[in-house]
């Protein structure tokens, strides 16, 4: 085995793919993914660590939790084994939306309720990073922090046209083309699936992932 000194090593990770409007996010260990909305936070993760599981079973209160010994201990990690289970989960979001992928150095000692107003109140995403960062250094630093995150934004017409055109439809010569073969989503052209490649026509509707657009009204606006 390459690198013996390493065996039983393991990472934790939290990961997140947004194709809108749909979140799609992963994680292994005690990484967390937060969703702040409305001025409110909540998990989209549940940890996999020893003191996790207790509180969920009813052994240990969230208070007894954040004093145990044991707080440490994981009970998935990346890479300690052949095989691992990941959480898998999915929602959609929403204009205003702001999403925090954190690993346990900034959960350890910063309470969500502060993440939130800091999520809020920062001037944009890398302030609101920043500021994270600095609480967790600020309240002992005991751990690797790291911090990312990300705010779902109003998208004006033309925006959602140029990333429609982008993935889905091809221009030859002075004709519009959208296939099916450029996305893994469920692909309408007025109502009716494709399943292939079909020429555009002046008011043709294509709906997918949430998505509806006119032809000629989104390409005349972008024009």
């Known amino acids: ?24 996010f992963a994680h292994v260990g005690d990484s967390r993914l937060y969703l702040c909305r409305d001025r409110t936070i909540r ?7 020893w003191v996790a599981e207790q509180v969920r079973q009813g052994f240990l209160s969230e208070e ?6 044991r ?9 300690a084994e052949a095989t691992v289970d990941v959480s898998l989960g999915e929602l959609p979001l929403f ?32 302030a609101a990073a920043r500021r994270l960062i600095a ?3 600020e309240a002992g630093g005991e751990d690797n922090t790291t911090v990312v995150v990300l705010a779902v934004r109003e998208q004006h017409h033309a925006g959602l046209w140029e990333r429609l055109r982008q993935r889905l439809i091809t221009r030859r010569q002075n004709a519009y083309f959208v296939s099916k073969a450029r996305t ?20 043709d509707r294509i709906d ?16």
């Open 1 to 24: 085995m390459e690198h013996r000194e390493r065996s039983g090593m393991g990472t934790t990770v939290v990961a997140a793919l947004y194709d809108e409007p749909l979140l799609s």
């Open 43 to 49: 998990p989209l993760t549940a940890d996999h660590s």
């Open 64 to 69: 007894e939790a954040e004093r145990s010994p």
């Open 71 to 79: 707080r440490n201990i994981v009970t998935r990690a990346l890479g």
């Open 95 to 126: 204009p205003g939306d702001v999403l925090l992928l954190c690993s346990d150095g900034l959960t350890k000692d910063v309470r969500p309720s502060r993440i939130c107003g800091v999520l809020h109140e920062a001037e944009n995403v890398e």
């Open 135 to 137: 609480l967790a250094n």
């Open 184 to 203: 893994a989503k469920k692909l309408l052209v007025n109502g009716e699936e494709l399943t292939g490649e079909r020429e555009l026509r002046d008011k």
């Open 208 to 223: 997918v992932a949430g998505v509806a657009l006119l032809f000629r009204a989104a390409r005349d606006k972008a024009a």
